[in-house]
């Protein structure tokens, strides 16, 4: 959702210290899960949404197309008060990872209101949120500029490309997912796209593919699915793969 707020003449002071009357109320909502996972649709299309990511929503609901048994979801509002500025817009439309900043107060907020589905934030909290929120945005903009291109648009066109590509692994992990379906993905071709998303995402597709999906199969196993199921739901295929790559992640780690 897109909208252009009426502009606020009142300087910063005034706004922090008193509520604008030429703005309507602004807020955010982060919106995640705290258990499952949904598919919602958004603004680039459907994108599946599970406790390893957030996504930045305005004040439209997304439509929920489908999820999980027992799936739970959990929205953490900003109340930004008379902030103009606010918007979905703003923001880059990508799933988010969780185990940043702004995931880790997510799921601090969570743990202090286990019930909630919908938990407001509000006043010094909320702009200390909506500043983490602004630095993951920087963050995730000057990795864009890793890409050599003489025009900033086609440099724009192609990191939007990269991330469609990366939503597309987090929303289809579970299904045979080769470097030519990716590239077609991103309307690339697969030297091009593999190239790109290594420079971009700092991993290769392959390596952002195993790590979406020995974190779906260890959050399985800990559910107490069998081992041999959790590897063919998160898209291993069979026991012995997960095997190998838990091993690998674990030497990695040591």
């Not at 590509?165 to 997912?177: K, R, Y």
Request: glycine letters at 6%; one cysteine or more; proline letters at 4%.
């Amino acid at each position: 959702m897109q909208f252009s707020p009426p502009a606020c003449t009142q300087s910063p002071l005034a706004a922090a210290t008193a509520a604008p009357q030429c703005c309507a109320p602004a807020s955010l909502t982060l919106r995640t899960v705290r258990r499952g996972a949904e598919t919602i649709g958004w603004r680039q299309g459907a994108v599946r949404v599970d406790v390893d990511v957030y996504v930045v929503v305005g004040r439209d609901e997304p439509v929920v197309l489908g999820a999980e048994a027992e799936s739970e979801s959990l929205r953490v509002e900003l109340d930004l008060g008379g902030d103009c500025s606010a918007a979905e817009s703003e923001f880059t439309p990508v799933t988010r990872s969780m185990s940043g900043a702004v995931g880790i107060a997510i799921a601090d907020a969570a743990r202090q209101r286990p019930q909630a589905r919908r938990i407001t934030v509000s006043g010094a909290a909320a702009a200390a949120l909506r500043a983490e929120l602004d630095a993951e945005e920087r963050a995730l903009r000057a990795r864009a500029d890793r890409i050599a291109c003489a025009k900033v648009a086609t440099r724009e066109a192609l990191f939007r490309r990269l991330l469609v590509s990366a939503d597309f692994i987090q929303s289809h992990f579970a299904e045979p997912l080769s470097v030519e379906l990716l590239a077609a993905v991103s309307n690339l071709s697969p030297f091009h796209f593999a190239r790109l998303f290594a420079l971009v995402m700092d991993e290769t597709p392959h390596s952002f593919l195993t790590r979406k999906r020995l974190a779906v199969a260890r959050r399985l196993i800990d559910s107490g699915l069998d081992r041999g199921d959790a590897a063919e739901r998160a898209g291993f295929g069979c026991r012995s793969t997960l095997f190998r790559h838990l091993r690998e992640a674990a030497a990695t780690r040591s």
